[in-house]
């Protein structure tokens, strides 16, 4: 029986993750004085794509291949 030996990767990938939110809160939210400035018509979109963006620009996939393996690439 393989005795488990938890890994420091999941808390500092946690911290990691939580770090990302926050950056990218503030940057979003540094922007919000110019998107304020749009017809509400428009900040609705921009928005909507600053969201998206998060998902594509962010590589929370690796990083969490990277909690859970150690590497960076699942394989």
């Known amino acids: 029986m393989k005795?488990?030996?938890?890994?420091?990767r999941k808390p500092a990938g946690?911290?990691?993750i939580l770090a990302l939110?926050?950056?990218?809160?503030?940057?979003?939210?540094s922007l919000s004085?110019?998107?304020g400035q749009l017809p509400m018509i428009a900040q609705v979109p921009v928005y909507i794509f600053l969201g998206l963006i998060w998902i594509w620009v962010l590589p929370?996939?690796?990083l969490l291949a990277?909690?859970?393996t150690?590497?960076?690439?699942?394989g």
């Open 66 to 68: 990277w909690m859970e």
């Open 70 to 74: 150690g590497r960076w690439r699942r």
């Open 14 to 16: 946690m911290f990691m």
């Open 60 to 62: 929370l996939k690796r």
């Open 33 to 35: 004085g110019l998107i």
């Open 3 to 8: 005795h488990y030996e938890p890994s420091w």
């Open 21 to 29: 939110i926050l950056l990218w809160a503030v940057l979003v939210g």
